[in-house]
């Protein structure tokens, strides 16, 4: 589908990027914060609503949820933006003050996710609306979340060194031989991290897990092999990466290690 809203001058000239900076230099220790559901299928919600509870309290950062976008800082956004959420969604961009943050949360409302090519949806927030800042996952991890947003403060500078990614591709990579010696162990390697990390920085994380497990000496070898990916996802500098490596040694590897020698996985090899 094609972008038909078009971003009224006055908001446009009151967004610009030395706007936002003000403004993020102002509210530095407090923002509010106004929640759309464009369409999810709820999973971000729930963890949304997870990461506002005591266990993870975001106030301690200066964020807080408010219940009118009339009052918020930034607009946190879910879902790929379904055709019933298109004027709710510009009524709340448009009644929220400027200069305002956009961010999308979760693989739908940063790219449409399983559902970008569906009929009945716009394709992610951006398709509609200026988006400052993405976090992927499905869902994502409420400390994920929190992160995420406290990266709001910097992502105005992120801006000032935007990277087109201009080997994007909807083709699944080309793999000559797989590494577990069954194919199968790759495509499900593939599935899970678009599931974790959206579409463009699932890609990213399929490559750095193959990429480590490879490292291992015998990758028929449980204990050696879960050594190894201790080893490198522990090196990893963005906590996200490492989390969601061993998430898929956890939830793939073993199974298919289950599967490949006919043997009851035990708890205590998990990562």
Not at 133 to 144: E, K, L, N, Q, S
Not at 162 to 172: A, L, Q, R, T
Request: a neutral charge; charged letters at 25%.
């Amino acid at each position: 589908m094609s972008k038909t809203y078009v971003v009224p001058e006055e908001i446009a000239a009151a967004n610009t990027l030395e706007a936002k900076l003000r403004h993020l230099k102002n509210i530095k220790g407090s923002f509010n914060v106004f929640r759309v559901d464009c369409g999810s299928c709820n999973g971000c919600e729930i963890e949304i609503f997870a990461a506002i509870t005591p266990m993870w309290d975001p106030e301690r950062f200066g964020f807080k949820l408010v219940a009118n976008p009339r009052h918020a800082d930034i607009l946190v956004c879910s879902g790929p933006v379904t055709r019933q959420m298109y004027y709710p969604l510009l009524r709340a961009y448009e009644a929220s003050p400027n200069p305002k943050v956009v961010v999308a949360i979760g693989a739908c409302g940063s790219s449409g996710g399983i559902f970008h090519d569906a009929y009945s949806v716009w394709g992610g927030i951006d398709k509609v609306i200026p988006v400052d800042v993405y976090i992927p996952g499905c869902p994502p991890h409420p400390a994920t979340i929190i992160h995420g947003l406290a990266t709001a403060l910097g992502i105005l500078d992120q801006k000032l060194e935007f990277k087109e990614h201009d080997n994007g591709s909807s083709e699944s990579p080309k793999i000559d031989k797989s590494v577990f010696g069954n194919l199968l162990f790759e495509r499900d390697v593939l599935a899970k991290s678009k599931q974790l990390m959206g579409y463009l920085y699932g890609r990213k994380l399929f490559d750095k897990y193959i990429k480590a497990i490879k490292e291992s000496s015998d990758i028929q070898d449980i204990a050696k092999t879960k050594k190894t990916i201790e080893r490198l996802s522990s090196e990893e500098k963005d906590p996200r990466y490492k989390e969601c490596m061993r998430t898929i040694h956890n939830s793939v590897y073993l199974a298919h290690m289950k599967q490949f020698k006919e043997i009851n996985i035990a708890d205590q090899i998990e990562l």
